[in-house]
């Protein structure tokens, strides 16, 4: 089946557990976030698109956008969301949908030794999924807060041949910590879409060197791709829904969270949580959280 096709069913898959959580059936405001590669993004129009999710999940989508981007744009969705809602308006379901499993892509992908292979360590593994999460200004004890949400650009991407300092995600880093009054020792976990690539890796310790700090702060790294493959423009809301979960669950080392996101191209995003408080051991969620992804 062609990723364009499967990013259909994801997606239908995500909408219909997010339905079934969030004990709704219809939202008022739905905005789509796909790939604009070619052969990855969701080509259907969106009337015709509506209409089929409502007849596989039963789900309506009163009001539906479509926002072709890369890794980076669910982030910057979110910070428009933020200034669009007021108190009181309806909530917004955002939901990112990408598949990397693609013939095209992986060639592409292989051609820049960037594709992990028997002969290749320092590639990714492609993955696909799906992930919708909620956003409204109504506050809720289990929903993380967006603290702090910072864009940049970095000029020497993973295929280019410049001296590579981190610049992109530094500034970031620092307009999300400047927004949130955190200070860069205050985070106590970093989730990243890492895909297994030393490019990846090299960019966060850079940017931990370059960021203020009174000491040596000890953060966790985590990187969900080592369990479900390089996601694409998924990867953003899949980490943001896995924080809240940890946080929701007792298993995150603290509160303060940080979600990287990087595109090929150097578009970077920082996306800081606030996560609600350890539920009591008795309401915990599993400790393997059915994610809609």
């Known amino acids: 089946m062609p990723a ?3 990013v259909i069913e994801l997606l239908v898959c995500a909408l219909a557990q997010s339905a079934r959580q969030l004990e709704t059936t219809v939202f008022d405001r739905c905005v789509l976030v796909c790939s604009n590669a070619p052969t990855r993004r969701v080509r259907a129009d969106l009337d015709p698109l509506a209409q089929l999710i409502l007849d596989r999940s039963g789900v309506q989508l009163r009001s539906l956008e479509l926002i072709c981007g890369d890794e980076t744009s669910c982030a910057v969705v979110l910070s428009r969301l933020r200034a669009e809602l007021e108190p009181g308006d309806e909530p ?3 939901c990112a949908v990408d598949s990397l499993v693609d013939i095209h892509t992986m060639a592409q992908a292989n051609l820049h030794k960037r594709l992990r292979t028997e002969t290749n360590g320092d590639g990714f593994i492609p993955g696909e999924a799906a992930a919708c999460v909620l956003v409204t200004t109504s506050p809720s004890p289990t929903a993380s807060r967006v603290a702090g949400l910072g864009v940049a650009h970095e000029p020497a991407t993973i295929l280019d041949t410049r001296p590579h300092d ?4 530094t500034n970031a880093a620092r307009a999300a910590l400047a ?5 860069f020792a205050d985070l106590d976990l970093w989730l990243a879409d ?3 690539e030393q490019y990846e890796f090299n960019e966060i310790a850079l940017c931990c060197a370059r960021l203020p700090t009174e000491r040596c702060p000890s953060i966790a790294l985590w990187h969900p791709s080592e369990y479900f493959g390089s996601v694409g423009v998924a990867a953003g809301p899949a980490a943001w829904m896995l924080a809240t979960q940890a946080s929701r669950g007792g298993w995150a080392p603290g509160r303060r969270l940080l979600c990287s996101s990087t595109a090929a191209a150097g578009a970077r995003s ?11 051991p008795s309401e915990r969620l599993d400790p393997v959280p059915r994610w809609a992804w």
Do not use: D, F, K, S
């Open 179 to 183: 927004e949130a009054g955190w200070r």
């Open 194 to 196: 890492l895909g297994g």
């Open 92 to 94: 917004v379901l955002l």
């Open 4 to 6: 364009a096709q499967r």
């Open 270 to 280: 920082i996306v800081l949580l606030e996560a609600p408080t350890a539920e009591p």
């Open 166 to 169: 981190a610049r992109g995600m």
